[in-house]
C-alpha cells in the first residue's frame, strides 16, 4: 500500500460517515469527514488524499461538481473517486468525461464490499 | 478485557481533564478498581487511596487532604458497573477557592464521561447500522440478479457467502423436491461437517418438523434431537432452517448450520433468513414453472410426431432420420447448439403436412398425375400452417415451409432461388433428399450411401446450396450410415432438448 492512507469521506447524511469511517478506519484507513461539497473541497485541498468516497447529492456542491473541479487541478486529477448515488441513478458517460470517477456504488451499499473496492483501488490492481 | 478498558478509559479522562486543570497548578491522576493508583510520586499515596475507595463504595465524591493539597476523589461508573475513580488535588494557595473548583470539576468528569458514553453508543449504532446495510445490500442483489434460467446451484451460490459470513453460519444447504419427477437434490455450501447422504437427511428431518408453517427454526444446540446428534456425531451445532414453499406446497428446504465457532442465531439473523427464503421461494416456483411450460411443448411435439408415423406406416422413421442428418449437417455448418437443436426439430416436424393430404395421393403406388403432384405439393404449406399457432415453434417454420425450395429456383412452394431460401429450409431439404433416397420408396428402391453421395455432388449448385452440400459431404459419412441405423425410439432425443433452453 502506499505511503498516504487519507481517505476523504463526504457525505452529507451522518450516519453513512459513520458506517464509512467505522469500516475504514478498522481497516487501517485514516478517514476525514466533510458534511457537504464545499468541506470536502476544503479538506481534500488540505489532505491531499489517495482517493475520495463522496455522495452525490450534497448541498453547497455536489459529488460530481466536485470530482469535476478536482479534475481541473493538476495535482489532483489522479485521485480516484468513487461515487455513491441513490438506487436506480444514472450517470452517462458525458457526465463522467470530466471527472476521475472510478466508481459508481448505489446506496444501500455492503460495507463489506466498498471497503474491498478500496483497497483494490488503492493496491492499483485496478485502474 | 475489563481491566484493559477501564484502566485506557480512566487514563483517558485523566488526560483530557488534566491538560486543562493543570494549568491552574492542579494535579490528576487516578485509581482503578484493581487498586491501582496511577500517579506514584505523592508524598502520602496512601490517604488518596483510601479516599479513592471510599469515593467508590459509598458512590460520591469523597474529600481527602494529602501534603500536596486539598483532594476529592470522585466515583466514575459506567453502565452500572464502577471502574474507578479520578482524583484531583488542588495546591494550598488555591484552598479558598477550592470547594468551587472541585464543583466545577465535578461537572467537568461528568460530561466528558457522557460523551465517552455517547461517543461509544454511535460506535456501536454504527456497528449495528453497518450490518443492516449489509443484509440490505444482499437482500438487493438478490432481488436484481437472479435469472429464473439459472439452474439452482448457480442461484444458491450467488448469495451464500455473504450470507453465512452475515449470520456467520459455516455451512449451508438447500433441499429442492421436484414435484414433477419426485426426485430430491440437495446443494450444500460452506464447511459441511456431513456432507451427502447426511445433509439429504438432515433437510428431511428438519422438514418434518417444520411441516408447512411458513418461520424460521431456530435449534440452538442440537441435543434434544438425537437422530441429528446421530448424524453430527456431535451437539455443538446451531441450525437455523426455513422451509421453502409455495402457497402452503413445500418446494424444499433452506438449513443453515453452525459449528463450534458459531456464535448462536438470533432474531435478526432470522429475518434475514426468512427474507432470503422467501427469494428462493420465488426463484424455484419460476424455474419450475419453466419446466413445466418446456415440458409441456416438448410432450406436444412428440405427439405431432406420432401422428405423422400413424399417418403413413411406410415413412416411420424417416422424420427422426432427416432430424438427425438434418442436425449433424448444422453441426458440420458449425451452427450454435440452439439452432441446431431448432433444426432438429425442423426435421422431425417437416412432413407434418402430409396429414392434410388424402391417402390415396399420398400412398399411390407409381407415378402422379399433375394434379396428384399439385396436390402433394401443399405439404409444406399446410405444415407451416399447422405449426404456425404454436408460438415458440415459429423459429422452425422455415424448415417446414421451405423444405422442396431448390437453389435453381425451381422449387415449392414459392421458388425461391439461391440465398433467398432461408438455412434450415436448405438443410431439411438436403437431409430429407438424402434420406428419400437411402430408403425404400413406393416410387423407387432404395440406393446405396455411395450412391446418394454422388447424387448430392452432383446435384450441388442446382438443388442443393453448394455449401449445405459440402457441409454434408464434409460429415463422416461412415459414423452418419452407423449412427443411422442405430436410431431407435426418438424419444430420447426429444427428451433431451428442454435442457438445451430452445424456447425463446
Redesign the interface.
Known amino acids: 500500500m502506499s505511503e498516504n492512507n487519507t481517505i476523504v469521506i463526504a457525505d452529507d447524511e451522518a450516519h453513512i460517515l459513520r458506517v464509512l469511517e467505522l469500516k475504514l478506519s478498522s481497516a487501517g484507513f485514516t478517514c476525514v469527514k466533510a458534511g457537504n461539497g464545499l468541506q470536502a473541497w476544503d479538506q481534500i485541498v488540505r489532505t491531499r488524499p489517495a482517493l475520495v468516497i463522496s455522495d452525490y447529492q450534497m448541498p453547497e456542491m455536489t459529488g460530481l461538481e466536485l470530482a469535476e473541479k478536482m479534475y481541473q487541478e493538476n495535482e489532483l486529477r489522479g485521485t480516484p473517486i468513487i461515487l455513491l448515488t441513490a438506487r436506480g441513478f444514472s450517470l452517462t458517460p458525458d457526465d463522467l468525461a470530466q471527472t476521475n470517477i472510478q466508481y459508481r456504488v448505489s446506496k444501500p451499499f455492503s460495507p463489506r464490499e466498498l471497503l474491498a473496492l478500496v483497497q483494490e483501488i488503492l493496491m492499483g490492481a485496478v485502474k | 478485557m475489563f481491566k484493559e478498558k477501564s484502566e485506557t478509559y480512566l487514563s483517558e479522562l485523566a488526560e483530557q481533564l488534566s491538560q486543562s486543570w493543570s494549568k491552574l497548578g492542579a494535579r490528576v491522576c487516578w485509581w482503578n478498581s484493581y487498586k491501582e493508583l496511577n500517579i506514584l510520586d505523592l508524598d502520602d499515596p496512601g490517604i488518596a487511596k483510601e479516599a479513592a475507595c471510599q469515593s467508590t463504595v459509598e458512590g460520591k465524591p469523597t474529600a481527602f487532604v494529602s501534603s500536596s493539597g486539598n483532594g476529592n476523589a470522585f466515583p466514575v461508573f459506567s453502565n452500572g458497573r464502577c471502574l474507578g475513580s479520578i482524583l484531583c488535588i488542588f495546591p494550598p494557595n488555591l484552598l479558598e477557592q477550592s470547594q468551587a473548583l472541585f464543583e466545577i470539576f465535578h461537572k467537568n468528569i461528568d460530561h466528558l464521561h457522557t460523551n465517552f458514553r455517547t461517543e461509544n453508543e454511535?460506535?456501536d449504532?454504527?456497528?449495528e447500522?453497518?450490518g443492516s446495510?449489509?443484509e440490505?445490500?444482499?437482500i438487493?442483489k438478490l432481488g436484481e440478479h437472479f435469472q429464473i434460467t439459472d439452474d439452482p446451484a448457480t442461484f444458491l451460490n450467488g448469495f451464500a457467502e455473504?450470507l453465512m459470513?452475515l449470520i456467520q453460519a459455516q455451512g449451508l444447504l438447500l433441499l429442492i423436491n421436484h414435484r414433477l419427477s419426485g426426485g430430491e437434490t440437495c446443494l450444500q455450501v460452506g464447511n459441511m461437517p456431513v456432507p451427502g447422504e447426511g445433509a439429504k437427511a438432515v433437510c428431511r428431518y428438519l422438514t418434518q418438523i417444520t411441516g408447512t408453517r411458513r418461520e424460521t427454526l431456530i435449534l440452538s444446540d442440537i441435543s434434544t434431537h438425537p437422530s441429528l446428534v446421530r448424524i453430527f456425531q456431535n451437539t455443538e451445532v446451531g441450525i437455523m432452517a426455513r422451509p421453502i414453499l409455495v402457497e402452503d406446497t413445500p418446494l424444499g428446504i433452506l438449513v443453515a448450520v453452525g459449528t463450534n465457532q458459531y456464535d448462536g442465531f438470533d432474531s435478526t439473523d432470522a429475518k434475514l433468513f426468512g427474507t432470503i427464503g422467501e427469494q428462493t421461494a420465488s426463484f424455484l416456483q419460476n424455474s419450475f414453472l419453466l419446466a413445466d411450460i418446456q415440458e409441456l411443448l416438448t410432450g406436444l411435439l412428440t405427439s405431432l410426431v406420432n401422428a405423422i408415423d400413424a399417418k403413413d406406416p411406410c415413412t416411420r422413421g424417416h422424420s427422426q432420420r432427416v432430424a438427425f442428418i438434418g442436425r449433424r449437417i448444422a453441426e458440420s455448418l458449425e451452427l450454435s447448439p440452439k439452432e441446431c437443436a431448432q433444426v432438429y426439430m425442423a426435421g422431425l416436424l417437416h412432413d407434418i403436412g402430409k396429414i392434410g393430404i388424402s391417402d390415396h395421393v399420398l400412398t399411390k403406388p407409381g407415378k402422379l398425375t399433375p394434379e396428384e403432384f399439385a396436390i402433394i405439393q401443399q405439404h409444406p404449406v399446410i405444415g407451416a400452417k399447422i405449426i404456425s399457432s404454436v408460438r415458440p415453434l415459429q423459429n422452425i417454420l422455415p424448415g417446414v415451409l421451405h423444405h422442396h425450395e431448390r437453389y435453381d429456383g425451381k422449387g415449392y412452394c414459392e421458388g425461391l432461388t439461391g440465398e433467398q431460401i432461408p438455412l434450415m429450409g436448405m438443410i431439411v431439404g438436403l437431409a430429407d433428399c438424402f434420406d428419400a433416397i437411402t430408403s425404400e420408396r413406393t416410387y423407387h428402391s432404395a440406393k446405396s450411401f455411395t450412391d446418394a453421395i454422388n447424387e448430392v455432388r452432383q446435384c450441388s449448385g442446382s438443388q442443393f446450396s453448394p455449401a449445405v452440400a459440402q457441409a454434408l459431404l464434409n460429415y463422416d459419412l461412415d459414423k452418419l450410415e452407423h449412427d443411422l441405423k442405430s436410431i431407435g425410439d426418438h424419444n430420447h432425443e426429444i427428451q433431451a432438448l428442454p435442457s438445451l433452453n430452445w424456447i425463446e
Open positions: 454511535l460506535t449504532l454504527s456497528r447500522l453497518s446495510y449489509e440490505l445490500s444482499l438487493y455473504e459470513e
